[in-house]
């Protein structure tokens, strides 16, 4: 897989994965995510090769349902759970529209400002999806067990974004 194709699929789910394993593609590469390239320089002549919206769907649902069993979601955690969902999914799908924006655009036609602009606008789009979704996992998490609480925290813990970090 190119390097862009890993850079268009990192940031199509990073929205949604930001509570689940890194995408396959990245796992199978390294055990530490790739670090972050424009995607001009990097780009194939080959527009096929970027993720489909559906290709992106089926991702998120089998996160998800990962995720689900992994978090030992409750009946009575459904409600709030199904807001986590709905964050992800609605982050997929934003990811899905800039993808498909930017991939409709002549790579050859794009200068390095462009191609920042680009970067920076995937980039507002992650952060704004990740403090929604932050919000929605911090109302699930506080209804949570302690037990479960701590299963969350180890389930966190093993994709590594708490690398670096003085707690594990």
């Given amino acids: 897989m190119t390097t862009f194709t890993r850079t268009i699929a990192f940031s199509a789910l990073l929205g949604a994965t930001m509570l689940i394993s890194p995408p396959a593609s990245m796992a199978a590469d390294s055990t530490t995510p790739a670090a972050p390239q424009p995607a001009q320089a990097t780009m194939p002549t080959n527009q096929a090769a970027a993720p489909t919206p559906e290709a992106t769907r089926e991702t998120?649902?089998?996160?998800?349902?990962?995720?689900?069993?992994?978090?030992?979601?409750?009946?009575?955690?459904?409600?709030?759970?199904?807001?986590v969902t709905k964050v992800m999914r609605k982050n997929a799908a934003e990811m899905d529209k800039l993808v498909a924006a930017k991939a409709s655009k002549d790579a050859g036609s794009l200068t390095a400002v462009d191609d920042l602009k680009s970067y920076e606008t995937f980039a507002q789009a992650h952060a704004h999806g990740l403090k929604i979704l932050t919000s929605s996992f911090e109302t699930l998490y506080k209804a949570m067990p302690d037990a479960q609480k701590k299963i969350a925290d180890q389930v966190f813990a093993s994709f590594g974004h708490h690398a670096g970090s003085s707690h594990s």
């Avoid at 998120?60 to 807001?83: C, F, M, Y």
């Fill in 60 to 83: 998120v649902e089998q996160r998800i349902v990962s995720l689900h069993a992994s978090l030992k979601i409750t009946p009575d955690e459904e409600n709030n759970w199904g807001g």
